[in-house]
């Protein structure tokens, strides 16, 4: 399949899930969202009122509201009309005016309409593993951004959780006592190929993920004239891990699921 075909068929099983979507993130979005994506995002990002900011793959909405409540004014894109309409629907009524739009983001052209050198911000929260081509968007926000703006992005760790880890649990003997073990085991990192993946637990279809390694999900920033200037790979905590689900991220507060990230232009 060419990444055309990849994107539409992206964005047709966005469609299908958009509403098992919504009902998992409500207005504020899932665990993940809250502790680990939004604060990390929020730290790097240092949104001041006023401040023009796009949410490039805004799913339901949920960060595009909080960047509203902080103070930003705020356009928000999507490619799946599903997740629009969930992001509408949740925004309506609330005294901040959300400009919400269909865009498909490997689309350099479209997402330039939305106003050249028209932003103080952009972010783009877990899009980047989701979408067969990330260049347009770099490109296009270099365009987008004023020239002391900056880029914000969360996306699924490369070295962690993009190529396929395999959770795993064991029982130790140490020191006379029976102990839980849980890590996860990584098998490939440099060339994994786009593989469909179950996502949230009960994601009524499993869509396409993109593994892209360090050097990979940057390089296309920097040829875009970005330089990475914020870092930060956000994980649960130790009380997280009082819970008997030992195959999941909760249990594993040394690794971190996610990798956050800002840039700015050079
Ligand atoms: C994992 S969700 C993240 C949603 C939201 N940003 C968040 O952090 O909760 C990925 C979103 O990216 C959108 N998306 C994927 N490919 C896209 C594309 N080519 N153009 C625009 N949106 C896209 C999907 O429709 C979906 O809403």
Not at 203 to 221: C, M
Request: hydrophobic residues 40%; contains cysteine.
């Amino acid at each position: 399949m060419n990444i055309e075909q990849l994107n539409q068929e992206g964005r047709e099983l966005w469609n299908q899930k958009a509403q098992f979507w919504d009902q998992l993130h409500g207005d504020a979005g899932n665990r993940f969202h809250r502790r680990l994506i939004e604060p990390s995002i929020l730290q790097l990002l240092d949104l001041r009122p006023g401040e023009a900011v796009l949410d490039i793959g805004c799913g339901n909405g949920a960060l595009s509201r909080r960047l509203a409540e902080l103070g930003g004014s705020v356009t928000a894109v999507d490619y799946s009309d599903g997740m629009l309409d969930s992001a509408r629907a949740r925004s309506a009524g609330s005294a901040h005016n959300i400009d919400y739009r269909l865009v498909d983001a490997t689309d350099v052209d479209a997402l330039l309409r939305l106003g050249l050198a028209g932003f103080d911000a952009i972010v783009c929260s877990m899009v980047l593993m989701d979408i067969p081509i990330i260049e347009p968007i770099f490109q296009a926000s270099s365009q987008l951004l004023r020239s002391d703006g900056r880029f914000v992005f969360a996306t699924m760790h490369p070295a962690f959780n993009s190529n396929n880890p395999v959770f795993f649990h064991e029982k130790e003997d140490r020191d006379g006592t029976m102990v839980d073990r849980c890590g996860i085991k990584i098998h490939e990192y440099i060339d994994v190929q786009p593989v469909k993946g179950s996502g949230a637990p009960g994601e009524p279809v499993p869509h396409y993920y993109y593994h892209r390694t360090f050097s990979e999900l940057l390089g296309g920033a920097f040829a875009a004239g970005f330089v990475l200037d914020g870092l930060l790979e956000p994980s649960f905590a130790p009380e997280d891990a009082e819970t008997s689900d030992y195959l999941s991220w909760y249990k594993l507060w040394q690794i971190p699921p996610v990798l956050s990230g800002r840039l700015r232009l050079r």
